[in-house]
C-alpha cells in the first residue's frame, strides 16, 4: 500500500471485481468505445483471480472509497533482456481528478516495476486524449513516435490461427 496525499493505493480482492467492471466502463465512455466492452465480471474474476492470472488491478482510494484503477500485467523486452510492466488502463474519476489519484497510481506502478527487476513502464494512449498525453508527459514520459501499434483480433485472429 501507498498513500499520495489522501489517496491510498491497494490491490484489487475478488470483491473488487465489480469496481473493477464499472471504471472499465467509465474509461471505455470517456474514450468513446463503449460498444467495445464486452467483458464480464466472470471474465475478469478468472483473469485476476483464477488458476493462473494474467493481469493484475490496484485501485486508488480516497477516503477509503475507490476512486481510480489501474489495470497491468508483466510484459518483457528482448532488447534489455528484462521485464517490464504493460499498464493496459489508468482511469481516475472525474470528480476525483486533480488530487493525485492518477499520480500516485503511477508511481505504484513505477516502484512495483523496479521491485520486480523491470527495465521500464509502457502503455498506449488515444492520441486525441490531450489532457492524458499532458498529464504522462508531466510525469516525464515520452511518445515512442517511432512505433505503430497493430492488433489482430476476431475473425482475423481466428483465420490466421486455422493457418497451422
Known amino acids: 500500500m501507498s498513500a499520495a496525499a489522501d489517496i491510498l493505493i ?4 475478488r470483491a473488487d471485481v465489480p469496481q473493477v467492471l464499472r471504471f472499465i466502463r467509465a474509461l471505455a465512455a470517456y474514450e468513446r468505445l463503449e460498444s467495445q466492452v464486452v467483458a464480464r465480471e466472470a471474465d475478469l474474476e478468472l483473469a485476476l483471480f483464477g488458476p493462473r492470472p494474467c493481469a493484475e ?7 477509503g472509497t475507490p476512486v481510480g484503477f489501474a489495470l497491468f500485467f508483466q510484459n518483457f523486452s ?30 505504484w ?12 513502464l509502457d502503455w ?14 508531466s510525469v516525464g514520459a515520452a511518445a515512442l513516435a517511432d512505433w505503430t501499434t497493430y492488433r ?13
Open 124 to 137: 498506449a494512449v488515444l492520441d486525441w486524449n490531450a489532457p492524458s498525453i499532458g498529464f504522462y508527459r
Open 109 to 120: 506502478l513505477a516502484r512495483a516495476t523496479l521491485e520486480r527487476g523491470g527495465a521500464r
Open 78 to 107: 528482448t532488447f534489455i533482456g528484462k521485464p517490464g510492466i504493460y499498464l493496459e488502463d489508468l482511469f481516475v474519476l472525474p470528480e476525483a481528478r486533480g488530487r493525485g489519484a492518477g499520480r500516485a497510481l503511477l508511481a
Open 152 to 164: 489482430l483480433s476476431g475473425a482475423a485472429l481466428a483465420a490466421l490461427a486455422a493457418t497451422g
Open 57 to 63: 488491478v490496484v485501485l486508488a482510494c480516497l477516503d
Open 10 to 13: 491497494r490491490a484489487a480482492t
